[in-house]
Structures are given as C-alpha cells and as structure tokens.
C-alpha cells in the first residue's frame, strides 16, 4: 500500500506499513544525515595527518568491536565479559594465517581475503561450541562464566608461545595485503598522497559500513526480534516458540564474529600484541563502548567507541596545562595523565549509567526529539 | 484432542504438585480448569507447554498427548510448533516493543509470507489493537495488554489455546469483553482450555470444568452440572441459599466438602 506523494509531503513520519516504519534510513533527515557523516569519514584520510588517522582507525575498529558486543549484550541481553578473549582468538588466528613465521612462531603468509574471515569464523565457531554452557546460566553468572573463558584463554595465549610468541614477548600480525594490494602503505589518492594509516582507514571503515548495516538489518529481522524477546522476557519468548538455547548461541557466535574480525585488525593496526593485551581491561573497554554508546543500538557503539578511544588522547593533549597532573609517570603531581584517564573513565560510566542509561545515542534522541516537535514543547 | 493422562509432577525433586492428574480438551471444546491458589493449574499448563524445567520441576508419571502423539517430552519451541499456544499468568507482554513486534514474534515459527495475513485476522479479531498496532505496548492498559498478549499466542495459529487468568486484574466490564473474545476464537476452530479463578466467567463460556485441589482432580463434569452442583455454587461462584454468611457457617464449609473424602 504505497501513499501518493502529495500526501505524503511535510509528513516524514507518515508510514502506511510495517516495512516502511521499519526501512533503515525511514526519514529524509536520516538519509540526509548518514550521507553527510559517511562523506566526512570518507574524507577524514585528506585532512588528518599520520597519528590522528591511527586514531580514527581504532575508533572505526573499536565501533566494530562494540556492535559485536552490543549484539549478545545489547540485543539478547547476555551480559558477556569474554569479548576481549573471541578478540584475541580472531587476533591470533589472523596472525598465523597472515603473517610471517619466524624462530619461536609460526605464520603462513596467506592473503588477507583468507585470514581476515577466518579471523571471524573461527572465533564464532568457538562461540558456537561453548554458547550452549553459557546459555544455561543469566546474569550476573553469565558475567562469572564468561569471565572465566577469559582468564583460560589468557593463560592459553601465554602458553602458546608457537602461536603467540609467549608471554611477554608477542608477535608481528598479519601483512594487510589483497591479492599483492598492500593495504598498510601511503597510496595517491585524488593527487593528494594518503598516508598508511589513511589507506588501512578506509578499508577498515567499508567493514565497518558493510557489517553495522548487517548488524541493524538483523536486528529489525526475526532474529533481532528474537533476541530482543530472550532479553525482555525468556520464558515468554519460549512459548512463542522461540528456541532460548539457539536464539543465544546464534547471537553469542555472532557477536563472536565481530569480534574475531575486529582484533586481527586491532593487532594490524598496532603492528604488534602480547597475549595480555586481552585481559578483562580491554572488555571492559567495550563494555563501555556500549554503555556509553547505547545499549541496542548500532550507531551508539560507533559514539560510544569514538568516546573511549578519543578521550584518553583528549586528557593526554589538556593535563599538561593543569598543575597537579604529571604528563608522565613517576614526574611530579598528584597523579599522572594515565590514572587521571582510567579514573575519569569510571566516573564517566558511573554518570551515563545514573543520568543517561541510554548513553549517547539516548542524547542524540531527545535532541532529535525535540527538534521533530518543533515549536511545541512534545 | 489434548490429553493428559495420570500426570504427577515434582518440583525440586521433592514437592509433589501434581498427584495424577487427568484431563481431556477435545477438538473445538472450551474447557474450564478451576481451582484455588496452589492447587496445581499452572503447574499442569506448564507441564503441557514444556516450562517445568525453567521452574525445576519434572514429569515423573503420566503422559501429554496431542492426538494420540506424546509431547511431554519434547521441548518448548517444539511443542509451540506441534500446534498449542499459551497465554500466560499476568500477561508477559515484550513491553518495549511495539504491538505489531509483539505480534510478529508471537508468529516466530510462522512461514514469512504468511505473517502480513496472520497479522491482519489479529487485527480483524481485536480491533483495538489494531488502532494501536504501533503504540510500545507497555503503555497499553491492562484489558489491552490481555488481549495482546491472546493475540500474540494467536499468531502461531495453535490448535488449543491454553489461557492462564485471563481476566487477572481486569475490571468486570472488561473481563467480559474478553470472555467474548475467548467466544469468538472458539468459534473459529480453536480448542480452549482455560485456567481460571473467576469460576463464574469460565464456567459461563465452558463445555466441560474440572475442579482440582492440591494436585487432583475433585470434580469432573459438563459445566451445565457444574454450574448447579452445590459445592461449586458456594465454593467457587460465592452463591448461596440462605442469608449473609455468619462466621460459624464459614467454619461448616470445610465438613461440607463431600469430594475431599
């Protein structure tokens, strides 16, 4: 049932079926929107230098991280710590496929169009196969159990010094390159030249394009719908006939995949990685991705991401100015700029969880809100 | 037909809820189970729908039968998809999803292209739903939540209809409502099997009741005897012969329960 245009001029919320209150970009302001910020992202490799465009690439890879997480914690509302263990295992995978052996690891040198969706695959196959143990417990055992997985696979990392290189020591990851196309490497673009970090940016962003929309798309789907009802109401949702145990091993392996993916590009982007770069710290890096983000959103995570990589470098840039905070350890002041960040980073949970559970995306909907009944007040 | 023959049931391993239940719901019947709190009637609704082991409990005897094939054993999701819907106690609706998502997950197993059709018997069904059908559904009012949640287990289009309480927490004029509805679906080739305390409402709408207490069936016939039988008229539907009930009369009721021998 399609409504003629004339009707449905000035009227952007005017949807005569499910499919079209459902559709992605449902608004003109949407469309208009996601074109004008995909542009500027597209764009940021023109105008940022080397360093910054590090930056902007562990944001697009954290955001990455934290839709995976979103989907088993946000969506299917299964609280898992274990995150930074399936990062580490699609880490590590790539590595051996991608990158170069040497005395004490291996590697097999393989194409990035190999190693990059194994790097996911394997990563989702585990959690494919300890998804139904998780799915017996909830909550905060959830939480317990997927802990555990991620202090066992940390010691595992540690001990498997042919595919990590050992405790304290680490390894090269994976060569970025397609099919002979290093994507690590300054390149001319438009007559401008890109540095490395730009290249491997914009790559890294079109994963990013490509698996947030196929994360939104389930999420409107019967899948999405029901995850969401595992979260909101387990028993309920059952005797809809929707399977609780395969409802969540589907989201867990997912979310897995996601993952995988996004720590081998993690590792390529750093250039190197020691079995304890995947502690609880870093999961709780993501918990915070999406808790300030937006809990079940797809664009909170990007927001969310972009806070918790930028804003360390943020109070880096600024302490210096302020006379009790030390720029580096064991220099004088009350604290240095590394506990002011990880403490600043607490509050900053605690004050989005208090004031905003919806995080940032939660602000961005009640300024949009606002905007959309403009001039009355709702 | 749904049949449950001699069905025992024991929560935690050691509490013993159902002691032998049997009861029958035939093709296109409406069948009332009535008893107080903790006589057992969710306990049997969770035994046929496959939830007793999210509560810890298990079939240790007896058997549930959907034409002649058990389905005792199977699991929630399956036996949803071998034809039984239920409604449960107080509702559970998703309440941050919207009338229409609620809908479409109640149609979860249902073949995609036949959700657009499904969706539209809902809401030919409960018109008032369909007014709201993009209203989050948390901010329905309770008769309109009731009747979400019915028409939610309508989507998997079941073969019986099981219905906890339906008319917990509504005021009369909407339990009414309601009780037409259960009428209407009725009639339309769904079996029904209703657990409820509002006696009166569902011995009204019933072919047959069963009465059960502290996990047996006391009483068993057509809901026309039920209706006149003395016991039930005082016990369950609060009808008396004589005057205001004094307290030394509440103190006779339990002697004269002639089914608790």
Known sequence: ?378 | MLAVQNLEVVYEDVILVLKGVSLAVPDGAVVALLGGNGAGKTTVLRAITGLLDVHRGSVTKGSVTLDGEPIHALDAPAIVAAGIGQVMEGRRIFSEFTVDENLRVGGHRAPRAEIPARLDRIYDLFPVLAERRRSVAGYLSGGEQQMLAIGRAMMAEPRVLLLDEPSLGLAPLVVQRIRDLIVDINRAGTSVLLVEQNANMALSIADHGYILETGKVVMDKPAAELREDEDVREFYLGLRQEGAASFRDVKHYKRRKRWLS
Request: charge should be positive; proline fraction near 4%.
């Open chain 1, 1 to 378: 049932m399609s409504v003629p245009r004339a009707v449905r001029r000035g009227r952007p919320e005017l949807y005569s079926d499910y499919a079209a209150d459902m559709a992605l970009l449902n608004t003109p302001a949407k469309r208009a929107w996601s074109a004008a910020i995909l542009v500027a992202a597209v764009a940021l490799p023109l105008l940022l230098d080397r360093d910054l465009l590090g930056l902007a690439t562990q944001v697009v890879v954290y955001a990455l991280a934290g839709i995976g997480l979103n989907l088993i914690a946000g969506y299917a509302g299964q609280l898992s710590l274990g995150h930074a263990f399936f990062m580490g295992l699609g880490a590590y995978t790539a590595a051996l496929l991608g990158g170069t052996g040497g005395a004490t690891v291996r590697g097999y040198e393989l194409d990035l169009l190999v190693w990059l969706p194994l790097a996911g695959v394997v990563p989702a196959l585990f959690g494919w196969v300890v998804a139904p143990l998780a799915a017996r417990v909830k909550g905060l055992y959830l939480a317990i159990l997927t802990l555990g997985l991620l202090f066992v696979g940390e010691h595992v990392f540690k001990e498997a010094s042919w595919l990590t290189g050992g405790s304290g020591l680490g390894r090269a990851p994976a060569e970025a390159v397609v099919l002979g196309f290093d994507l690590y490497e300054a390149r001319v673009l438009l007559g401008r030249e890109i540095p490395a970090e730009g290249v491997f940016y914009l790559f890294c962003l079109i994963l990013l394009v490509v698996l947030g929309v196929l994360a939104r798309n389930l999420a409107r789907s019967r899948t999405g719908r029901a995850f969401a009802a595992v979260r909101d109401r387990d028993i309920a949702a059952e005797v809809m006939g929707v399977p609780l145990v395969r409802t969540k091993r589907l989201a867990f392996t997912l979310s897995s995949f996601y993952a995988g993916v996004a720590g081998a590009l993690l590792t390529v982007l750093l250039g190197y990685t020691t079995p304890e770069r995947w502690n609880l710290l870093l999961s709780i890096d993501f918990l915070a991705v999406v808790l300030i983000g937006g809990v079940a959103t797809v664009t909170g995570p990007i927001a969310g991401a972009a806070f918790v990589v930028l804003m360390p470098r943020f109070i880096e840039t600024f302490a210096g100015s302020l006379p009790f905070i030390a720029g580096t350890v064991g220099a004088p002041g009350i604290l240095n700029v590394f506990q002011l960040q990880r403490m600043l980073f607490g509050v900053m949970i605690v004050v989005f969880l208090v004031l905003e559970p919806r995080g940032l995306f939660g602000i961005w909907i009640r300024v949009r809100n606002y905007f959309r009944a403009w001039p009355f007040s709702y």
